[in-house]
């Protein structure tokens, strides 16, 4: 008759035979997640969509200008404008407190400001009317959306058709230009819709602006 109970291991015993178990698992869970697995994708990226993996940089005279997919904010008549950027980040003179910094990479976001926020509503109000202003258009002309309004993640690099139309005859005046000379280069650099059916026509403001420097100066560079 055999005594099970003369095999049965100790509780100290039977931890040291899980130890060794666990902490090979432990080892190769992190190499094959946490090292094979991000180079791996970081090498595949790199060979398939070099650009995109890049940080899909524009670069001018040989420096880099920006980001085709971070949005600027052009503040100059020269240069066709961004949508709004609600993004924040520290005050320099109070670095407890935050303050408005458009398109600032390192704190994306949005306002999360609601359709009922009366802040929201004098926001977008202040933005039409200062848009009209800078534009030369009427008081009572209609504004689009994105021209007074701040995208999900502030970091909008694009403009619909619409709001760059808008902004042609400005520019022309700041360079000097004819408004039909510039509506071409425009329409030269929109990007139609995806597979024809997703999303809206649109314009990225980066590679528009810089277009325009290379046609005005080709040794200037969009600062």
């Known amino acids: 008759m055999i005594d099970n109970h003369s095999n049965a291991l100790t509780p100290v015993e039977n931890t040291r035979q899980l130890i060794r178990p666990v902490l090979v698992s432990a080892a190769l869970f992190m190499l094959l997640t946490g090292l094979?697995?991000?180079?791996?994708?970081?090498?595949?990226?790199?060979?398939?969509?070099?650009?995109?993996?890049?940080?899909?940089?524009?670069g001018h005279d040989g420096a880099w200008s920006g980001?085709?997919?971070i949005g600027q904010d052009f503040k100059q008549p020269q240069y066709f404008h961004a949508r709004p950027s609600a993004t924040t980040g520290p005050d320099p003179a109070n670095p407890s407190q935050s303050v408005d910094q458009p398109y600032n990479a390192a704190l994306s976001g949005a306002s999360n400001l609601g359709p009922t926020s009366k802040k929201l509503f004098d926001q977008v109000s202040a933005r039409a009317i200062a848009y009209r202003q800078e534009n030369g258009l009427a008081a009572t002309a209609m504004?689009?959306?994105?021209?007074?309004?701040a995208s999900a993640s502030?970091?909008?690099p694009d403009i619909s058709l619409a709001n760059a139309q808008l902004q042609v005859e400005r520019v022309a005046r700041a360079r000097g230009w004819p408004a039909q000379s510039l509506q071409a280069?425009?329409?030269?650099?929109?990007t139609p819709r995806q597979l024809g059916?997703?999303?809206?026509?649109?314009?990225n403001v980066l590679k528009l602006n810089l277009a325009l420097d290379a046609l005005a100066a080709p040794s200037a560079a969009v600062k």
Request: without cysteine; charged residues 15%.
């Open 36 to 58: 094979a697995y991000p180079l791996a994708t970081t090498a595949l990226a790199r060979l398939l969509f070099p650009a995109q993996a890049g940080g899909s940089l524009i």
């Open 67 to 69: 980001s085709a997919v």
């Open 143 to 149: 504004v689009p959306v994105d021209a007074v309004t």
């Open 154 to 156: 502030g970091l909008d």
């Open 185 to 190: 280069r425009v329409d030269e650099q929109a």
């Open 197 to 203: 059916v997703l999303g809206e026509p649109r314009v």
